[in-house]
């Protein structure tokens, strides 16, 4: 491809288009952060001026609850000194700069990141334009790409520092393109290969390969006189190898603790979450998440040798609770296992940094089981990110499948709250146990529209247990976390209300499909018919107070602004919170 061709996607419409989008969104979210004060201007739009006084913004929007700024882009207009001028997405940022906190080392990255973005959205526009309608009626994996806005709190959510514009276009899961995985034989001596309950190395490896694959690679290693029973076999992100592993981990290979193999003979489609892969030859066989140095939303996207060890043991032991839990199985919630892990240990970094090192996680790769086996007759898959998924006639993939389904959009939404938040209420006062459930990470199992159940993923990672005394197996210890008292409910308040149903209610608010309150009526009724439900829990619900006034704003986008390279001290999560003030709770008055 010429350098041209490359680059087609960035034409001076679509960058304006971008831009516009992109400053819509900053001036909603940090207003919500309380970054900006927007203030009211006699004609009924809003202002905001930048740190030297002369520069500001102007814009109509509608407030909603949870202190939601939906700002009309359309309306937005830049001037300085009695003069409008364009707009420009990275003039925004240093025009505001001191108000937004970025010190001087972080501003560049992060008009990096936000150049990526942009560039992203560019690119978006060039697809062909699908309807909500049409998207409602396609399979998984046309869903999962076939999404244009990303994480819907962050501002600069498709940053990829690291990847060119080819590697852009050969694996941002938006782009399609199918991507074969680099298989390298590792030596034994220095990997490790974990897996749940039943699973063997050998059979394993040979049914996610096909025997011929695995044959091929046995001969490789034999034509260069090692044994493969020395080795054992890890899949590869091709931008890592290329970019990373064979260069920074050169010595491994020029010494044959590494053997590159070649590509296995299965396409995948990258996912949302840009390192994980589904497999399209084999719909049935596990997912594939692999190690992706590259910096993107606040952390570089690697994968721990170390971590990966007690992953399949941690995923064995969340599917025997839900499995044990009546509450849980009556709801439907499945949760897809990360079956079997592989990690590389390289002895010279790890003797020269931290666990936290990036240099610690260049290496390694998980397989998740796939739900497509799980699917009954008529059941279809849908990221939950997808519901607030927008067109580019302003219609919700949501109300999409509200319409589909022919319920009420009250009926609908109690079916889906049934369905994602009634475990998420239980695992968290039956067990002090919390999930990182944004919409990424979790699937949706849709019949004719309804949401029938949901399926929880990215579990290792991503779960933790806040109780002190709870009794955990050995191999299950690393989930446990100390949390201060106050801010245990965030999980919810946070995670939940204010960073995705947020966005959902004001959507259908704006299509005019459900009034917010409604919503949150509905969300209420949902909470207390679990609360009813469950009895013996009362005294965990009055001391964790889901009906309670007000509850602290935890910000995403100040973590990021803050550090864009390590937005959270893994050592000490909730002390990296950002809290600023409170919201009021939108379900208190119910």
Known sequence: MNPAESAAHLSPERWAAAERLLVRKALAEFAHERLITPRS????????????????????ATRRLLDHWQVAAESITRHRDGTELPLSALDFFIELKESLGLSDEILPVYLEEISSTLAGTCY?????????????????QAIETGMTEGHPCFVANNGRLGFGVHDYLAYAPET?????????????SRAAFTAGVGIEYESFVRAELGPETVERFDGILRGQGLDPEDYLLIPVHPWQWHNKLSVTFAAEVAQRRLVPLGEGDDEYLAQQ??????????????????ALSVLNMGFMRGLSAAYMEATPAINDWLV??????????S???SVIRERAAVGYRHLEYEAATDRYSPYRKMLAALWRESPVPSLREGESLATMASLVHVDHEGSSFAAALIERSGLTPVEWLRGYLHAYLTPLLHSFYAYDLVYMPHGENVILVLEDGAVRRAVYKDIAEEIAVMDPQAVLPPAVERIRVDVPEDTKLLSIFTDVFDCFFRFLAAQLADEGVLAEEDFWRTVAESVRAYQEATPELEDKFRQYDLFAPEFALSCLNRLQLRDNRQMVDLADP?????????????IAGF
């Open 41 to 60: 201007l006699p004609d009924g739009r809003y202002e905001v001026t930048g740190d030297n006084g002369t520069t500001s913004y102007r814009f109509t």
């Open 124 to 140: 978006k526009l060039t697809k062909p334009r699908i309807t909500v309608r049409e998207l409602a009626g396609s399979g998984f």
């Open 320 to 329: 025997q609770l839900v499995e044990n839990d009546p509450v849980l199985k």
């Open 574 to 586: 909730s002390g990296a919170l950002q809290l600023v003030g409170t919201l009021k709770n939108p």
């Open 331 to 333: 709801t439907g919630l």
């Open 176 to 188: 399609a393109s199918p991507i074969r995985l680099v298989w390298l034989a590792a030596h034994r």
């Open 273 to 290: 979450s840009i390192r994980t892969f589904f497999n399209t030859s084999s719909p049935h066989k596990h997912y594939v998440k692999t």
